[in-house]
């Protein structure tokens, strides 16, 4: 029977195996004969590799990241498990590829939120006259003021229950899937199980999500100051481009 238990606990109950999600905890991993770790590398600290050496099996979902970890970890102790999201779609007859949809479902993400309906706002080629829409769902993680966006073409979609959640997920055909500290996300493979046109940073998720339907955003990506991985930082002007672009499909 699964038990759950704080991630800064001091002591837990013995158990024939632990599983770890994100990051180790190593003052728990010897209360079971097998641990286990679900590397997440967008909470996982650079400064806590050592702590991998007493872990049984690191299970990893991206092919990058298993490349990564290979001079820490040993190869019979790496498994690449892939990624499983819930798969949202609902096979709708009609996409709009010109409604491009914003989803800020991640509090860590607030800058970028705001910097990307900042990027859309402040550009005059992306007015109602161009055919395309920003709809964003989940407004408030940006923390901006409703008064603050001129945009006639940036909607801010409220009241949303899981129905039209859904409903919204599928319709809108073009979705905004950039992230500052990039790692390939639940959002990002759901968005792919659609079959929605793609907006990505120009990172690593070419391995994972290459194709006429993914459009890459420019940006500098530097080595990312305390967490495992890279940092992503999108440019503005090159992420109009690619909506433009979107805009001009037939």
Not at 30 to 36: D, E, H, L
Not at 54 to 64: A, H, N, P, S
Not at 72 to 80: E, I
Request: aromatic fraction near 12%.
């Amino acid at each position: 029977e699964p038990k759950f238990v704080d991630s800064t606990s001091y002591k837990c109950e013995l158990a024939t195996m632990n599983i770890f999600i994100g990051a180790v905890n190593p003052l728990l991993i010897y209360y079971a004969k097998t641990n286990i770790l679900l590397f997440d590398e967008s909470v996982f600290p650079r400064a806590s590799l050592y702590t991998l050496r007493d872990i049984d099996y690191v299970f990893t979902k991206t092919d990058e990241i298993t490349r990564l970890l290979q001079d820490s970890v040993s190869k019979d102790k790496l498994v690449n498990i892939g990624w499983r999201s819930t798969d949202l779609n609902s096979n709708f007859k009609h996409r709009d590829y010109n409604k491009c949809l914003l989803f800020c479902h991640d509090n860590k993400q607030t800058s970028l939120y705001q910097k990307i309906i900042k990027a859309w706002n402040d550009d005059d080629r992306l007015n109602s006259d161009s055919g395309l829409t920003l709809n964003v769902v989940n407004f408030k993680i940006t923390k901006m003021k409703e008064s603050d966006i001129t945009n006639s073409s940036i909607v801010i979609e409220k009241g949303i229950s899981q129905e039209k959640f859904e409903i919204i997920f599928n319709s809108y055909g073009t979705h905004i899937c950039l992230d500052e500290h990039y790692n390939f996300s639940h959002y990002l493979n759901q968005s792919m199980l659609c079959k929605s046109l793609l907006i990505l940073p120009n990172s690593t998720v070419r391995n994972v999500a290459d194709g006429d339907y993914a459009f890459y955003v420019e940006g500098k990506k530097s080595r990312h100051k305390s967490l495992f991985g890279s940092r992503f930082v999108f440019d503005g002007t090159s992420f109009v481009s690619r909506v433009l672009e979107v805009g001009r499909l037939s």
